[in-house]
């Protein structure tokens, strides 16, 4: 209730100010498993405002599902948990530019998966890499640091408390995040091409994380190409991903691309509060995922994609297949 007043606010000052409000909104219809269901994926409601030349304020609030859903209770019956829409503060960032750099402080958006998921470009069809399998959090309370060294070669350095925007700062440790990216860093909106690499590591006592990122991209003639390797450890077992994504203009307002991830963690075991405890989650295990699919730009900020998905794993009886329109709206 307390975010719903904050955003209600916002849009108050908005109106009698210079800032900007704007929003986007995911939602889907899928077909798998012999049944199909209308889905509310995100709503992103965002204001953003220059309080100075210098000094400006962005705020972002998400709408989604707790995704808590079906557990157990402490006699390992089944119980269904809540799973209503809630309102949740993803963003509050002030950047203050000065003559050495971008100073961001707050919770800020980090800056390990952003290059990599507009070369991709499609965040409302399926999360970049890096979100998908959790490799990195998308925002995290902190500071960062931001500048051009040279035309085109872009660094950024961040300290956050590691736990990511869900949770506040729990131990005495914190995170260090390095991006170093040349070229163009939108290639969704601009032609170009980039590369780069992402470090970040997050020293403790009993499970130190540390992870790479090498990523690059390329975007003209009606060809759009991204391509990454990710590689995080955890105690010093690793988990990779590969993924490469193509995107071609059939026609002015109709897009065909296709998507292709391999994850590989290494080990059917996952690491929790100090422990090696068995994996049980079958998407926690080695797999292929597949992505293809046509969008169709409906102009005014409206986009739709039909497309099918197809997920893969070592047991081939845990495969899966899935029919999705995902639609996009944004204002």
């Known amino acids: 209730m307390k975010y719903l007043i ?39 409601f965002m204001y953003g405002i220059n309080v100075f030349d210098n000094i400006s304020f962005k705020v972002v609030f998400d709408v989604g599902r707790t995704n808590i859903g079906t557990v ?21 960032q002030v950047d203050y ?24 470009g499609y965040r409302f ?34 300290v956050v408390n590691g736990e990511g925007y869900k949770k506040s700062q729990s131990d005495k440790y914190h995170k260090i995040s390095f991006n170093a990216t040349y070229g163009e860093r939108n290639l969704y909106k601009h032609d170009g091409y980039n590369t780069g690499f992402v470090y970040s590591s997050e020293i403790k006592d009993s499970d130190p994380t540390n992870m790479i990122s ?40 109709i897009d065909a691309f296709v998507r292709f991830d391999t994850y590989d963690p290494d080990t059917k ?23 293809a699919g046509i969008i169709f730009n409906c102009g005014n900020g409206l986009s739709a994609a039909p497309n099918v998905r197809m997920r893969s794993y070592e047991d081939e009886n845990n ?12 204002f």
């Open 269 to 291: 075991y996952t690491y929790d509060k100090g422990i090696y405890v068995e994996e049980d989650d079958e998407d926690k295990l080695s797999s292929n995922y597949i992505i």
């Open 97 to 120: 530019k000065t003559l050495y750099g971008k100073v961001s402080m707050g919770l800020i958006g980090m800056n390990t998966y952003g290059i990599q998921e507009k070369n991709w």
């Open 125 to 158: 069809i399926e999360k970049s890499a890096i979100d998908l399998y959790k490799f990195s959090t998308t925002t995290d309370l902190g500071m960062g640091f931001s500048r051009s060294l040279i035309e085109n070669l872009n660094i950024s350095l961040q």
């Open 6 to 44: 904050t955003l209600l606010s916002c849009i108050s000052i908005s109106l009698a100010t210079d800032g900007k409000i704007g929003g986007v909104t995911y939602f889907d219809f899928i077909s798998a498993n012999d049944s199909t269901a209308f889905n509310f994926q995100r709503q992103y």
């Open 214 to 253: 090498i990523f690059g991209g390329f975007s003209g003639l009606g060809l759009r190409l991204g391509a990454e390797y990710d590689l995080r450890a955890i105690n010093n077992v690793e988990s990779n991903i590969i993924s490469a994504s193509v995107n071609y203009g059939v026609r002015e307002n």
């Open 72 to 92: 157990l209770d402490k006699e390992d019956a089944e119980k269904s948990e809540d799973t209503r829409l809630l309102v949740f503060l993803k963003k509050a």
């Open 319 to 330: 495969s899966t297949i899935e029919y999705n329109v995902n639609f996009e709206f944004k």
